[in-house]
């Protein structure tokens, strides 16, 4: 079955780190770019991060830009996001999702969504 399961959320403090994980199945994750999005209540969906199937590219919003950081390991069939330095308007439903190949802006064009992790910055 094919799929992309986040995980690695919580409650953190400011200033705290957290990594979060999506975990591919049903698919080869190899042919395809893979997205972290969020979406904060009351918000539009924003893409965050993202990272082309080779790994050879990568791209950042500006608002996490030196904070965050996106790899994948092939082999173990998993993208990471590391997130650095978390301020309380991260705080958001942290998304994955996969697009052919390269990235892109618009977030209409990745597929096969993960359920979601809620990450929580609050002191």
């Known amino acids: 079955q094919l799929q992309l399961v986040e995980s690695g959320g919580g409650l953190v403090q400011p200033g705290g780190s957290l990594r979060l994980s999506c975990a591919a199945s049903?698919?080869?994750?190899?042919?395809?770019?893979i997205g972290w999005f969020r979406q904060a209540p009351g918000k539009e969906r924003e893409g965050v991060s993202c990272i082309s199937s080779s790994g050879g590219s990568t791209n950042y919003a500006d608002s996490v830009k030196g904070r965050f950081t996106i790899s994948r390991d092939n082999a173990k069939k998993m993208v990471y996001l590391q997130m650095n330095s978390l301020k309380p308007e991260d705080t958001a439903v942290y998304y994955c999702a996969r697009r052919a190949y390269v990235c892109s802006r618009k977030w209409a064009e990745f597929g096969s969504w993960g359920q979601g992790t809620q990450v929580t910055v609050s002191s």
């Open positions: 049903g698919f080869t994750l190899d042919y395809y770019a």
